[in-house]
């Protein structure tokens, strides 16, 4: 009831652009499919959408692996170190994806921060392709999607009862058995939440695609960047986007549906 015009807001904001996206993908009052049939029958179409697929599928679940060993070990801090620790976790929230994918541009290129340090280190001229490939891509989404996965998956660790850990190490099971059958069930809401969060996330991801990602690693976002400013067909632009937002769509209805009934 209080979230109603927030929400009447929000829908004034983007349902408009939206429907007119749908209607240009439909070619106006044509009514006409024919940009999806093309599209859908295009080899970059499908070689873009499996790229992008196992893309958001690799930064997921790196930023899920990194960010559960992030959220476990501020779930074993104090009160007030978990409060400072958080400050770091939410640090590059304060920094522009535009300005942190240049700082990584500096420190991943050829003749960048971690290139001259090796150089230095074994004496030699050293250039191992870092960015603008599939290395820097996933260093700038786990950057990004870290954070995203933390707060989620602390919030399941801190709502787990110790007196728990304490049966369990009372009846006998060690640290690794604890951690397997206690931490990681009681913790699963967590990971659902902040899995799918940031797997929807990084289907939609442009910028670092852009600009720290390679031919080969171009994403579907910027296929419809490069129908709609490069080729000029916004039909095509249009259907994609549609498309797009439709897998959004399917994989965020999950989390939606699993929040509803939590409440």
């Known amino acids: 009831m209080f979230m109603s015009p927030a929400v009447l807001i929000a829908a004034a904001i983007v349902l408009p ?3 007119y996206v749908f ?19 295009s080899r970059l179409f499908r070689e873009t959408l499996t790229t992008t697929l ?9 930023s899920l692996v990194l960010g559960f060993i992030v959220a476990l070990h501020l779930a074993r801090q104090p009160a007030r170190r978990r409060t400072i620790l958080m400050v770091l976790v939410l640090l590059p929230f304060w920094t522009s ?13 050829r003749e960048g921060i971690i290139n001259s340090v090796l150089s230095w280190i074994f004496d030699t001229k050293i250039q191992l392709p870092l960015v603008l490939n599939l290395v ?13 996965v933390v707060l989620p998956v602390l919030a399941s660790l801190l709502a787990i009862d110790g007196a728990i ?3 369990a ?8 058995r604890i951690f397997w059958t206690v931490t990681v069930p009681m913790s699963l809401p967590g990971v659902f939440a902040g899995l799918l969060s940031i797997f929807v996330m990084s289907l939609g991801a442009f910028v670092i695609p852009a600009l720290l990602g ?12 490069f129908y709609n400013r490069q080729v000029l067909d916004w039909h095509k632009a249009s259907a994609i986007s549609v498309m797009l937002f439709g897998m959004v769509f399917v994989f965020a209805a999950p989390l939606a549906l699993w929040r509803w009934r939590k409440v």
């Open 17 to 19: 652009p939206l429907l």
């Open 23 to 41: 209607y240009t993908s439909v070619n106006g009052s044509a009514l006409s499919l024919a940009a999806y049939g093309e599209v859908l029958t």
């Open 54 to 62: 196992l893309i958001a599928s690799l930064s997921s679940l790196l």
């Open 97 to 109: 994806v535009l300005v942190k994918c240049f700082a990584f541009t500096i420190i991943l290129g």
């Open 136 to 148: 820097g891509l996933l260093v700038g989404m786990t950057n990004l999607l870290i954070p995203l």
């Open 165 to 167: 850990y304490r049966a």
């Open 169 to 176: 190490s009372i009846m006998g099971a060690k640290p690794a």
């Open 214 to 225: 390679g031919p080969k690693t171009q994403m579907l976002s910027n296929l419809v960047d």
